[in-house]
């Protein structure tokens, strides 16, 4: 397993695929085996920057941004939890045990776990699977200090929501279907006052939904929001994965983020 630094001062690894399942319709963990000391700075919520596609072929040419789903650096671990929505996440679940995957990160600004927090609350959407990736290790952390942990979660139909399994057996889950015309948003006004921290991840419509009704909730609960974007870079230097901010105009999903305070994002 190769791990070095590049002339940007990024770590480069080879990670190695030890599992690899499908835990939902075109839902895929990918378990990997990784050096201990490409892991040992990651932080829930931060992304691996993977090329997906054949070693000796360019295409396609740019790698694909994936949040680290787990990390364990004792364990030399890590997984991915992959949605199939093109060509390049769809080459990444074909492939199997033992093969080699190359990656550059751990990348971006992750979650701030506040160490007086008690009261965990993390609220999840998608298109159609929610972006649950980078919350998983922040949920791990929190359930082994023993906070209460509530996860409200919304995906488009059962079938494409993540199992249980993959959470904290502490956790409480509680699950929304929109084609049932239900959704996460609706449910969170009374667990925001129970709340002393909130998390979230999901497309831009869910945040700015989000936005909208914790809004109108006094006091504002501070809320930390991971957000995706097409990224070319990674390391930001195209600017294309920019995020506007009311305060300070543009930031980058890829080096300011992917995590930002929610209230300062234009959605
Ligand atoms: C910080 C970060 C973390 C992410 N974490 C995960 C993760 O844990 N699991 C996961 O499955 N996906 C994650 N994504 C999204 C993932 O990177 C894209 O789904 C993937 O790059 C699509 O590549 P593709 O070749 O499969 O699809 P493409 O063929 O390139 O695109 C398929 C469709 O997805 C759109 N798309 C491409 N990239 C993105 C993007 N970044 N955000 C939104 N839409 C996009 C395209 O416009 C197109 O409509 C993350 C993205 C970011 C920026
Ligand atoms: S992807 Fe290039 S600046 Fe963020």
């Not at 770590?11 to 399942?21: E, G, M, V």
């Not at 396609?60 to 093109?86: I, W």
């Amino acid at each position: 397993m190769g791990l070095h630094q590049t002339e940007d001062n990024l770590q480069q690894f080879t990670a190695t695929i030890t599992n690899h399942r499908e835990v939902a319709h075109n839902l895929v963990w990918v378990g990997l085996r990784a050096p201990a000391a490409a892991l040992r700075e990651a932080r829930a919520g931060q992304f691996v920057f993977v090329r997906c596609g054949d070693p000796a072929s360019f295409d396609p040419y740019l790698r694909r941004p994936f949040s680290l789903a787990a990390f364990d650096v004792d364990g030399e671990s890590a997984a991915l939890l992959v949605r199939v929505s093109g060509r390049g996440s769809r080459w990444l679940t074909e492939r199997v045990e033992g093969e080699q995957l190359d990656m550059i990160g751990p990348l971006g600004n992750g979650y701030r776990l506040d160490e007086r927090s008690r009261h965990l609350l993390a609220i999840v959407g998608g298109e159609r699977q929610p972006h649950l990736a980078p919350l998983l290790p922040l949920l791990k952390s929190a359930a082994a200090r023993e906070l209460s942990v509530t996860l409200l979660i919304e995906a488009e139909r059962e079938a494409y929501l993540p199992p249980a399994s993959l959470l904290p057996p502490e956790v409480e889950y509680q699950t929304f279907f929109r084609e049932a015309g239900d959704s996460a948003i609706a449910h969170i006004k009374p667990l925001l006052g129970w709340a002393d921290q909130v998390v979230a991840a999901g497309p831009d419509d869910f945040l700015a939904a989000l936005k909208k009704v914790a809004g109108a909730v006094y006091p504002r609960p501070d809320i930390q929001a991971s957000v995706e974007r097409p990224m070319a870079c990674a390391v930001g230097v195209c600017l294309g994965c920019a995020v506007e901010n009311e305060r300070v105009g543009y930031l980058r999903a890829c080096r300011e983020g992917p995590v930002f305070d929610l209230w300062k994002m234009v959605l």
